[in-house]
């Protein structure tokens, strides 16, 4: 009983030390101010049709128009039935925003070491290690709130694998089957993915030593728990992951119905994205060590260089007032690495780094193995088209790999990974058990090693060129002498944060060598490598995320201003869409004020991103007709942005008199090109061969009209005096949308590339399309039945705990 009130007590505590910590450092949060993200601004835009919609009718749409012309809200937020997992989640999260990603990666990684017998004021130096790590704060100033979301589960989850590999299988199982639903509901597949990865490489090692130990029986018992622990934690999330299947064969990441590209050439067979935009962001190879040196490589692409930067000199001495040379140097591209752009430098922390270093010579076991070959691959993985041989393996031959781009987010891996040895490496130190010449000599080697690179760092600085993609750009402001400057600076960041590293570097070695010759006490040194850790990592995430950051509250929720032209168009009170030339095709501005063909997400609908490739970025503007674009958003030469309406618009919906069939889905887009839209609909007759009769006769008194309009339910009153065929000037969608006659459903199809066509009778009618996507009734039968499930298993693994507890107080 005593030992149970220590464990509540001691936990109690380190979860209040959790909040404080991840409260301190987003302070502003305290005052309600809000944290400005990019991605969640762009979100806001996306999801606000779908958003209006809930809030005035309480229910869910699951499908807006807004953006790309129209598509699932699957990927936007989407609230599913019996979704309680998620409700779990958010209870988890009660922290502000981002707060609450910070404590989530604060708790999880206590949770993993604790699963791996690690003392708990380890745990907690691990903890703080692993939470500021500073890519893991730079991305939550990015927005990228999914990808943190998803990042804080996973130690979690290798805590549950390691449990149930320690023969602890109830709770292993229990640990495992909750962190796998709750990561799944974080809903970042591709942190998901990467992260199984690791777990093959664990799984390997485990079965070499399993082999080795001749254990193999424990070894596939634990295996099979952790499957079925697995599958009832994605069976949690059913709803969610069969809906985002489904939306993923229609969008850009599934395979493309077109064989050639927009200049006629062959189109790159795959099932997925191109090779080219997968590592488009690829880590530079030298590039890696900005791991153990933050600013190695300049840092940001937009980094604040201050008043004793070369730069600001520079722009003194030209005659720029100080608040004028200040506002240049805030944001300059210091960044001169190989990757398109970048936030902020992945930096696990020297401290780490070190203590990582130190484990490689100290710990034994399988422990190190799978954690050091999941960092290696990691590490290599991220280098994307620097190391192309094993990139282009996994993308040609390992499942699912090219679905996700951005490479360099595999370094996610090894964030995890290097922290977890350095504390090991801490918790062997501490062991009386391993003999004192091993530790020292240990210690001697790391610190050698770290050493060692510092001055190879040192001496191949000469050899870098330290000039950045675009300093030529720089020049255009006039001052000639700017990308110089800014290459000095480059320079001496370089020095200055390569002596910081080795400085918190070789400090930790100092203070375990005090440790090992017995002039420091174990708790005075896990409190001092605490709080280096703690300097050395926030002090790098400052430069990149801190209370400069927030703004209020209203700023995030209404992040995009209403110009002129949209009030202009916000008095036209018809179903239309709007295209703004003056926004580009990767933002949701526009779908924050009307519906757009336009919008911001990882994965577009195929057909409109086709489009805009074969179409509207040649020039052929003639498919914005069939889109009904009724206002075009554009641009005078004094920065003035005006409407243009669009007098040839096609409307909501019209009848055609010619069907005309192609043999493909190639020759169907390439159609568009020279196509009355208007008059005449091309169908892909490979999927469509048996709409007949092609020709109808339209006269004066056919008409179509949207009569009622709800982002899921669209309903038009149709007359016509003869049979004929309408077009809709909506995103052709077959999971979910069903087309009714007066009623009685009737089937339609896909004509023009992207939109729909029906069939209607002659005479007056009342057409409907209703979106009613039957992975949603199906995928949340199988999430009510599997959240129960496991909701017995915890209570039964709960009630068996106390049980035997009893039972053992008795004895």
């Known amino acids: 009983m005593k030992q149970g009130l220590k464990f509540f007590f001691i ?35 996306m999801a606000k049709e779908q958003n209006d919609f809930r809030k005035a009718n309480d229910q869910e749409p699951y499908w807006t128009n807004s953006a790309f012309g129209g598509m699932p809200t699957y990927q936007l937020g989407a609230n599913y039935p019996h979704n309680y997992i998620k409700k779990l989640d958010r209870l988890i999260r009660f922290l502000p925003r981002p707060a609450d990603y910070l404590f989530l990666y604060f708790i999880g990684f206590y949770i993993l070491l604790c699963c791996l017998k690690v003392d708990y004021r380890l745990a907690i130096v691990g903890a703080l290690a692993f939470g500021f790590s500073t890519y893991l704060i730079i991305i939550l100033g990015a927005g990228h709130n999914a990808k943190a979301h998803a990042m804080a589960y996973l130690p979690m989850l290798l805590g549950g694998i390691v449990l149930v590999f320690r023969k602890k299988y109830l709770w292993g199982f229990v640990l495992t089957a909750l962190a796998m639903a709750l990561e799944i509901t974080a809903n970042h597949y591709q942190m998901t993915y990467y992260f199984m990865l690791l777990v093959l490489v664990l799984g390997v090692v485990y079965l070499v030593y399993a082999i080795k130990d001749k254990k193999l029986k424990h070894f596939f018992a634990s295996l099979g728990i952790l499957l079925v622990a697995v599958t009832l934690g994605i069976a949690a999330n059913a709803t969610g992951l069969m809906a985002t299947k489904e939306y993923a064969d229609w969008s850009t990441r599934g395979k493309s119905e077109l064989t050639i590209n927009p200049d006629g050439s062959l189109k790159e067979d795959t099932g997925g994205l191109s090779k080219a935009y997968i590592t488009n962001w690829s880590y530079g190879i030298a590039e890696s060590l900005n791991l153990f040196v933050p600013r190695l490589f300049g840092g940001a692409s937009q980094e604040n260089l201050g008043e004793n930067s070369k730069t600001y000199n520079y722009l003194i001495d030209k005659g720029l007032q100080r608040s004028s040379a200040l506002d240049f140097v805030s944001g300059l591209p210091l960044y001169w690495g190989e990757q398109p752009g970048t936030s902020g430098p992945a930096y696990l922390g020297a401290v780490v780094f070190f203590l990582f270093v130190l484990g490689l010579f100290l710990v034994k076991g399988k422990h190190k193995w799978w954690l050091l070959f999941g960092s290696l691959l990691s590490l290599i993985l991220s280098w994307g088209k620097n190391f192309s041989a094993l990139t282009d393996f996994m993308i040609d031959y390992f499942p699912l790999y090219d679905k996700f781009r951005a490479v360099s987010s595999i370094q996610i891996i090894l964030e995890l990974c290097v922290p977890v040895l350095a504390i090991l490496a801490l918790k062997k130190l501490f062991k009386d058990k391993v003999p004192q010449a091993d530790k020292i000599k240990s210690l001697t080697l790391a610190a050698a090693t770290i050493l060692g690179l510092g001055v190879v760092l040192f001496i191949f600085k000469g050899s870098f060129h330290f000039v950045g993609a675009a300093d030529d750009n720089l020049r255009m402001t006039g001052l000639e002498e700017l990308p110089e400057m800014l290459r000095l600076d480059r320079k001496s960041v370089y020095t200055s944060d390569l002596l910081r590293s080795l400085g918190f570097a070789l400090g930790t070695a100092l203070l375990i060598w005090l440790y090992l010759k017995e002039k420091l006490k174990m708790n005075f040194l896990i409190i001092a490598i605490g709080v280096l850790v703690v300097v050395d990592l926030v002090g790098v995430d400052l430069r990149y995320v801190n209370n400069d950051n927030f703004v209020s509250k209203r700023k995030m929720l209404e992040p995009f201003q209403e110009t002129t032209a949209d009030k202009i168009i916000a008095k036209d009170d018809g179903v239309f869409r709007v295209f703004d030339q003056t926004d580009g095709f990767d933002s949701a501005k526009t779908a924050y004020f009307h519906q757009s063909i336009t919008g911001y997400h990882a994965a577009k609908p195929a057909g409109m991103q086709d489009l805009f490739n074969f179409h509207v970025y040649n020039g052929n503007l003639s498919v914005l007709n069939m889109m009904n674009i009724k206002y075009v958003i ?9 409407p243009i309406e669009n007098p040839n618009a096609n409307g909501n919906a019209w009848f055609i008199s010619q069907l005309e069939p192609v043999a493909n889905a190639d020759a169907e887009i390439m159609a568009l090109d020279s196509l009355d839209t208007k008059n005449v609909a091309v169908v892909n007759s490979s999927k469509f061969s ?23 339910h669209l309903t038009y009153m149709s007359k016509n005096s003869n049979e004929g065929v309408a077009v809709f000037s909506e995103m052709y969608y077959k999971n979910g949308w069903n ?47 599997s959240t129960i499930l496991l909701g017995l298993v915890i209570i039964g693994g709960l009630g068996f705990t106390f049980w035997r507890s009893k039972k053992e107080e008795e004895a």
């Open 690 to 712: 048996d709409i007949y009769p092609l020709t109808y006769q339209v006269d004066s008194t056919a008409s179509i009209s949207l009569i009622d309009y709800e982002p899921n």
């Open 11 to 45: 936990n109690f505590f380190v979860v209040v030390f959790f909040i404080i910590a991840a409260l301190a450092y987003f302070s502003p949060v305290l005052q309600g101010k809000v944290m400005y993200q990019h991605d969640i601004a762009q979100y806001t835009g």
């Open 739 to 785: 087309a009714y006659i007066d009623g009685k459903e009737s089937d339609y199809f896909k004509v023009d590339y992207v939109l729909r066509a029906l069939k209607i009778p002659s005479g007056e009618h009342k057409i409907e399309f209703k979106f009613e996507p039957e992975v949603v009734a199906t995928g949340s039968k199988i999430t009510l039945a």
């Open 634 to 642: 554009r641009q005078d030469q004094e920065g003035n942005v005006f």
